[in-house]
C-alpha cells in the first residue's frame, strides 16, 4: 500500500535548529512537497523536491533521497512564528498526492 | 491571503439540515479540490475537478455533492450528515490536474461540526 510516515509532534527552542523527517511508500515516485499549516489557516506552499539532495530556500530546508525513499525539512534559527504543523505529501506514478497526517512543531522560548 | 476563498469559516448544522459549503478561487487556475481534514489523520481526498468537470470522486458518500458551475467557484452541498462528518473542509486549487506541475494553493476551511 502507499504511505507517508512522520513523527506526530515535536518540540524545539526558539533560536535552535530541528529536522522533521518523511518516510514514504508509494507506487512510483515522482517528487515530494513539504506544507506548514498554522493553526486554523490554510496550508501553504513551502517546496517540492524531484531530484536527490538538498534545497535551501532561507531558513528552511528541505532533503530527498530517493532511493532511501526519506525525505526531511530542516528549519534553522526557529522563530516563535514557526510553530505550526508541517505537511509531508509524495506525487506517486499517476501524480496522485499521498499525504501524511503532518508533524506538530511547538516552539518554546 | 492565498487566492482562494472558502465560507462559511465555520457551520454548524443537525443531522437533518441542508448546507452548503463555497469556494472561490481568483488564480486563475483550472483545477479545484475538496478535501477532509480530521485531527491526526492525513488529507484525504474527495473530489477533483479540471475545467469544471468531475475527474475524480474517491468514494465519498453520496451525502456529500460537490457542483462545479465555472472554473472560479467550487460547492460542496451537505445533507444528512452523520456526526463522523465533523471535520475542517479544505477547497484547493492548481494550475492543472496534473498535480506534479505546480503546488496546491488552499483556502483556510470550513470547520463543521456535525450534532
Known amino acids: 500500500g502507499q504511505n507517508i510516515d512522520q513523527p506526530t509532534e515535536m518540540t524545539a527552542t526558539e533560536g535552535a535548529i530541528v529536522q522533521i523527517n518523511c518516510t514514504y511508500q508509494?507506487?512510483?515516485?515522482?517528487?515530494l512537497f513539504w506544507y506548514q499549516q498554522h493553526a486554523g489557516e490554510a496550508p501553504t506552499f513551502l517546496s517540492y523536491?524531484?531530484l536527490d539532495g538538498l534545497e535551501e530556500k532561507g531558513r528552511f530546508s528541505s532533503f530527498l533521497s530517493r532511493s532511501k525513499g526519506y525525505s526531511y525539512l530542516l528549519l534553522k534559527e526557529l522563530q516563535m512564528k514557526d510553530s505550526a504543523s508541517y505537511l509531508c505529501a509524495g506525487t506517486d506514478s499517476n501524480y496522485q498526492l499521498i499525504w501524511g497526517a503532518g508533524t506538530k512543531l511547538i516552539i518554546k522560548p | 491571503e492565498t487566492g482562494v476563498t472558502q465560507t462559511p469559516r465555520h457551520l454548524v448544522m443537525g443531522m437533518t439540515n441542508k448546507k452548503s459549503l463555497k469556494c472561490e478561487q481568483h488564480?486563475?487556475?483550472?483545477?479545484m479540490y475538496w478535501y477532509k481534514q480530521s485531527a491526526k489523520k492525513p488529507l484525504e481526498l474527495m473530489f477533483v475537478y479540471s475545467l469544471e468537470e468531475r475527474v475524480e470522486n474517491n468514494s465519498v458518500p453520496s451525502r456529500f455533492s460537490p457542483e462545479c458551475p465555472n472554473s472560479s467557484h467550487l460547492f460542496l452541498h451537505l445533507h444528512t450528515l452523520q456526526p463522523e462528518d465533523s471535520a475542517l473542509y479544505l477547497c484547493?486549487?492548481?494550475?492543472?490536474?496534473?498535480?506534479?506541475?505546480?503546488?496546491?494553493?488552499f483556502g483556510e476551511g470550513s470547520r463543521l461540526t456535525v450534532l
Open positions: 488564480l486563475g487556475h483550472n483545477a
Open positions: 484547493a486549487s492548481s494550475q492543472s490536474r496534473d498535480r506534479n506541475t505546480g503546488e496546491l494553493f
Open positions: 523536491n524531484v
Open positions: 508509494t507506487s512510483g515516485f515522482n517528487g
